[in-house]
């Protein structure tokens, strides 16, 4: 069945991340560009369901390239998990006469997509926008970068103090069960260890940081640690190493929220646009259930079953780097 479009919906759904109204804006002037209409839905699966939808012009989007967190807010939604909450999200999406979706947001997004997509045959076009980079499929996510250069702004200040005091600091960033966060960034402050979910983490391997990394020869050391119940969480492996080896000045900083907020770098500003841009074009070649990706800096369309069920492999050359240069 062809499906003709004349108006999308576009909304934000899951964890904030920065660069998600780059890409609302340029969805939505996409769009316009072609001739479709666009209705904004607020505060993502939640509101379509409670019928908060708007209808956007080219100057709605003004201004908001360069602001962090979305616009149309964003807000998990149990109710679409079920089936009488995808019922009235459809019949909210037929009342406003909206043929397609165009939705921003991660695998928890992606996944309700794919279901909703399945039940009502409505053509709906993912946009990666995660801090975390765990997608399948795609080598960026919309925010990651930003979270990033926050995440080394945020180490090379404690990297002071820890200098300062001869400490040994444990800092643990944001990525669920994924280490891209901690790992890269690791290497871009020049850290001595990354404890990362994909890497089974035990006490010898801890204690053979201890003995090869925090050593004389340097007067401080740093681990990054992912917050995973895999890796257990900088504070469980703080207080494992003030038992084991009490002559250690051992710290913790969580850095937490503010590596979602903050305005958006260049890539992320221009990832942002770019997929938006390519979302509409998939739309009007009769793409549907896929996620706009990019791979080696081109545009790539990706299956959301493969989006969300394939692990995206962490690259082992970026271990063996962290591990030759913190020596």
Same mark, same amino acid.
């Given at each position: 069945?062809? !499906? ?28 316009? @560009? ?9 505060? /993502? ?11 956007? =012009?080219? =100057?709605?989007?003004?201004?908001? $390239? ?25 019949? +909210?999406?037929?009342? +406003? ?17 794919? $279901?909703?997509? =399945? ?16 997608? !399948? ?6 925010? !990651? ?9 945020? $180490? ?12 040994? @600091? ?43 990394? @925090? ?16 890796? /257990? ?14 002559? !250690? ?26 997929? /938006? ?9 009769? =793409?549907?259930? $896929? ?13 959301? +079953? ?8 962490? +690259? ?12």
């Amino acid at each position: 069945m062809k !499906y003709a479009i004349n108006c999308i919906g576009v909304l934000t759904s899951g964890g904030d991340s920065p660069g998600m109204n780059a890409a609302v804006r340029s969805v939505t002037r996409a769009a316009i @560009f072609n001739g479709i209409r666009v209705k904004a839905i607020y505060r /993502g699966y939640k509101g379509l369901i409670t019928n908060e939808i708007v209808e956007f =012009q080219s =100057q709605n989007v003004s201004n908001i $390239i360069q602001q962090g967190g979305t616009i149309l807010k964003t807000a998990r939604s149990a109710e679409f998990r079920t089936p009488e909450g995808r019922k009235l999200a459809y019949d +909210n999406m037929v009342k +406003n006469e909206i043929d397609a979706l165009v939705v921003i947001g991660g695998d928890g997004t992606f996944t309700g997509a794919r $279901i909703f997509a =399945q039940e009502y045959n409505v053509p709906i076009i993912g946009l990666p926008g995660t801090i975390d980079n765990d997608l !399948y499929g795609t080598d960026s996510t919309i925010g !990651y970068d930003t979270a990033m250069n926050t995440i080394v702004e945020a $180490i090379d200040k404690i990297r002071d103090t820890a200098s300062s005091h001869e400490r040994l @600091f444990f800092i643990e960033v944001m990525g669920r069960d994924a280490g891209f966060l901690a790992l890269n960034s690791a290497i871009a402050c020049g850290c001595e260890a990354a404890i990362i979910p994909e890497r089974e983490t035990n006490v010898d391997q801890l204690d053979t940081f201890i003995k090869n990394g @925090f050593r004389k020869s340097k007067n401080s050391s740093m681990v990054i640690v992912a917050e995973s119940e895999k890796t /257990g969480g900088a504070n469980e492996l703080a207080e494992r190493v003030r038992k084991e080896h009490p002559e !250690y000045d051992v710290r913790v900083t969580i850095l937490g929220h503010i590596q979602r907020g903050g305005s958006p770098s260049a890539y992320d500003r221009i990832l942002a646009s770019r997929m /938006g841009v390519a979302a509409i074009d998939a739309l009007m070649d009769e =793409q549907r259930s $896929i996620m706009i990706g990019i791979v080696n800096d081109v545009i790539v369309h990706v299956p959301f +079953n493969k989006a969300i069920k394939d692990d995206k492999p962490l +690259n082992d050359e970026l271990v063996s780097v962290l591990q030759i240069l913190s020596l």
